[in-house]
């Protein structure tokens, strides 16, 4: 599965100088969860693409190694969390948790034109906040 492109669903305006970045990994519990988990993934990504403050976003997905990564920009940490609080966003995560083996979440700030984010440097901070958040400081085996 390719890694769906980023897209900018609403360019900054002059006043917004800096953009709160926020990159996700999800790993799914079997094979048989990778579906379901993209279909309802495909619904928050149509959402993200209509939400206001969201400057930029992309997925990546690997359904055989049955992990999904995000990547997302915004206005403001409000944008994001008023995001995660509307539906569809709130009821595809409720629904999907029973089929999480893992998750990692980091965000930092970036200048707006420093955007779209960069995959790579995106995925070592989602891998360093994932050894941050291990109780022995090493992350989960990947």
């Known amino acids: 599965m390719p890694t ?22 999800f790993e799914v519990r079997s094979l048989k ?26 997925l990546e997905a690997r359904p055989f190694g049955k992990v999904f990564y995000t990547l997302s920009a915004w206005e403001s940490r409000d944008a994001l969390h008023a995001y ?30 420093g955007l779209p984010v960069d995959w790579d440097d995106a995925k070592r901070r989602i891998e360093a906040q994932a050894r941050a958040d291990a109780p022995d400081g090493h992350g989960p085996a990947r």
């Open 33 to 58: 969860d990778v579906p379901r988990f993209f279909l309802k993934s495909l619904s928050a990504w149509g959402q993200v693409r209509k939400a206001p403050g969201a400057l930029g976003a992309s």
């Open 84 to 113: 995660a609080r509307t539906e569809p966003h709130k009821s595809v995560m409720t629904g999907l948790r029973a089929t999480m083996r893992d998750s990692t979440f980091t965000f930092w700030e970036v200048p707006v034109d």
């Open 4 to 25: 769906l492109p980023w897209v900018t669903p609403h360019p900054a305006g002059p006043e917004t100088t800096h953009a709160f970045v926020m990159a996700s990994r």
